[in-house]
């Protein structure tokens, strides 16, 4: 049981990337998932989340420009990053948690940078 991301890499600023979040053991169907990231120096911070009944959540910074989309068949949450800015340098996270349940990736790094 375990979830993975993949997706990050050395992106120029204005350029977008799509992360991705898959479970392996486990149906993320019924889970929320939660993006997190985590700059160096600094606390890991929330990015956006998608609930049981998909609802969707935005941290401020990232509205517009983020969207985390759900795909049920591939059994995989994305985040597509779009105009991304030297700011969202940081290793991002995949939580997938139900009730107390909670299993997180390894990361993902994205670096922004011209």
């Given at each position: ?7 990050g890499?050395?992106v120029q600023?204005g350029?977008s990337?799509?992360l991705?979040?898959?479970?392996s053991?486990?149906s993320?169907?019924g889970y ?6 985590q ?10 989340s998608?609930g049981?009944?998909n ?5 401020e910074?990232v509205?517009?420009r983020?969207?985390?989309?759900r795909d049920v068949a591939?059994n995989?949450v994305y985040?597509?990053?779009n105009?991304l ?7 991002y996270y995949?939580e997938?948690?139900?009730s107390?349940a ?10 922004v940078?011209s």
């Amino acid at each position: 049981v375990q979830v993975v991301e993949s997706g990050g890499g050395l992106v120029q600023p204005g350029e977008s990337l799509r992360l991705a979040c898959e479970a392996s053991g486990f149906s993320l169907l019924g889970y929320g998932i939660i993006w997190h990231r985590q700059a160096p120096g600094m606390p890991r911070d929330w990015v956006a989340s998608i609930g049981g009944t998909n609802l969707k959540k935005y941290q401020e910074s990232v509205k517009g420009r983020f969207t985390i989309i759900r795909d049920v068949a591939k059994n995989a949450v994305y985040l597509q990053m779009n105009n991304l800015k030297p700011e969202d340098t940081a290793m991002y996270y995949c939580e997938a948690t139900r009730s107390s349940a909670s299993e997180w990736g390894q990361g993902t790094q994205v670096t922004v940078s011209s």
